[in-house]
DNA sequence: CGTGCTTTTGAAAATCATCAAGTATAGTGG
DNA sequence: CCACTATACTTGATGATTTTCAAAAGCACG
């Protein structure tokens, strides 16, 4: 289910997420401006909220919980985009419809904006537009480094570029601490999400994760935990150094 | 070699490719503004005029022939992450070096502006950063799109969905006329490009090719010149659904 | 403590890559 | 203008990574 609540249920300025995301680009003293636009949504575990192909009337931003993003062909076969956590702002196309649809990984806190609504304040706010330029111009480079990885690396190489990716994740969050990065990786999709995000199988995914574990390059206490122990050489498996 | 002159050899006002590239959100009185930054370019084919990881001094905006970006491994495998024609807008990423290379695929015109200079320009012609966000959001779902191709879609659908695009492309430049797509494609690149661009070998490219030659979907009376018999057989594979 | 789901593991199959010639095509110099 | 060379493309045979099919093992939840 989708609980709404018309106005956020904390002020924007309160927002655990404000300083991950694009809203941070405006002042504390226009923040009600923002405020007054925004609809405070929780999502459950599973549930859908960007269905592709819809008509494309909102923005959302993620200020709580995970989702995963995806396209999808007619026979099923699905692609995972990307995965958005707290600070991501979904949305951005030009088209009227979306290009992608969006589940809930976890209970998630969004804030949706009507779209002509927000298209109206950036302009009064450039600083905004300035951001989400920035934001769009990363997942990009992201982009393009995804598809390197689909189109040019093994399995082996995805999984660990993957793992590594998760590790450096979660050390941006926290602890930005140079070279030291987190050793367990939590994640919360599941290996069939992994395996559509790699353009792999599940059971690749998963045997290739035992090989890793044989190899003493990981830890996997349960399905989603991962402990990293030989960062160096998953860090050169992911770069393609072999 | 890289032919240069201080300014643009032609007025951005007479610029053929304004109309297809975010120049054109300027207007024709502050033209001369925009034209004071641009260092205008020629590039001979085959010819590296962006080095992936080198540090991000300019922004380039394509005013005539295309290029290949284009991401590489340690070991030479490569990526190619799209083709740059005419209007296309590159350089754009937050970081302070080039996340691809970038490669003449025949004799180009470009127009490169110093990235602190441009920046500076875009505070001032927020109609600009508008527009460049339009640009990039666009970029962004062709480069999902993209990932679902190399993730997803087998080497017949990879090829087919490649054709597609290209008919639909050349029909966008020159007639849009609706459901009527140009016949003739012509590939300014390779089947190695092709084949990096698609995740797959130059052999089966050409395979792929020559079946569907035999299955009448296609013509290839020159390696660089493709005539599109079935259309909709194409098209059809191109989404998945056959 | 079942029941249903996710994950792992195994064996067989398939798509695509690799290796290896052979054939066009274009550009060069005689 | 034509041989000659280099490069690009095609075609064939073989091989390997990954998928598919199948079933067992964990795990969570009622």
């Given at each position: 289910m989708i609980v709404e609540s018309?106005?956020?249920?904390?002020?924007c300025s309160a927002c655990d997420a404000r300083s991950f995301?694009?809203?941070?680009?405006?002042e504390l003293r226009d923040l009600d401006r923002l405020a007054a636009l925004a609809v405070s949504l929780t999502v459950e575990a599973g549930r859908t909220f960007i269905e592709e192909g819809?008509?494309?009337?909102c923005f959302f931003n993620v200020t709580g919980g995970t989702a995963k993003l995806f396209k999808l062909l007619p026979?099923?076969?699905?692609?995972?985009t990307g995965f958005a956590s707290t600070g991501t702002f979904l949305g951005?196309?030009?088209?009227?419809?979306?290009?992608f649809g969006a589940e809930a990984l976890d209970a998630m806190r969004i804030c949706r904006f009507s779209r002509p609504k927000l298209r109206a304040l950036l302009d009064d706010f450039p600083a905004m537009e300035k951001r989400l330029l920035e934001v769009a111009s990363n997942e990009l480079v992201a982009a393009q480094e995804q598809m390197l990885l689909l189109g040019r690396k093994t399995a082996r190489e995805r999984l660990a570029s993957f793992l590594v990716n998760r590790a450096a994740c979660l050390s941006n969050g926290a602890c930005v601490c140079g070279t030291r990065v987190a050793e367990k990786v939590t994640l919360p999709m599941t290996r069939s999400d992994i395996a559509d995000y790699l353009g792999l199988t599940i059971e690749t995914v998963s045997r290739t994760l035992t090989r890793f574990k044989s190899e003493h390059l990981i830890d996997v206490p349960s399905a989603s935990e991962i402990i990293i122990r030989d960062y160096a050489a998953l860090q050169g498996l992911a770069t393609g150094l072999n």
């Open positions: 018309v106005r956020p249920s904390e002020p995301s694009v809203c941070n680009a405006i819809d008509p494309a009337e026979d099923g076969r699905r692609q995972i951005l196309a030009v088209s009227s419809t979306y290009a």
